[in-house]
């Protein structure tokens, strides 16, 4: 593992390097409080999930955001991706799971 990432209150993920213990990057596009991030097994990809109600799925590369997934009500406690990187999961206080 070369990387991991923390999720902020202040609506970013940061993504920090395990050698040098810097911190390589600052995601921004949430609009509120960042509950959760995880990276993915092949680390090409960060998931996040957010007091917006949303999940945003991001490329490790360039920091920029891939996707944002939609579709819950409420916010977005927890995400995590498949031990395939295939799937991205999210749980809500809506009390749905989404896949």
Do not use: P
Not at 12 to 31: A, E, F, M, P, Y
Not at 84 to 98: A, N
Request: with cysteine; net charge negative; charged share 25%.
């Amino acid at each position: 593992l070369n990387m991991i990432v923390s999720a902020s209150d202040d609506e970013t993920v940061s993504v920090w390097d395990t050698q040098t213990l810097n911190r390589k990057s600052i995601l921004k596009g949430h609009t509120g409080k960042v509950r959760n991030s995880k990276i993915s097994n092949d680390e090409s990809f960060i998931v996040s999930s957010s007091d917006d109600k949303t999940v945003r799925v991001w490329d490790t590369h360039s920091s920029q955001t891939i996707s944002v997934l939609t579709g819950h009500t409420s916010l977005v406690r927890r995400c995590s991706v498949s031990y395939d990187d295939t799937i991205v999961l999210s749980g809500s206080d809506d009390r749905t799971i989404k896949m």
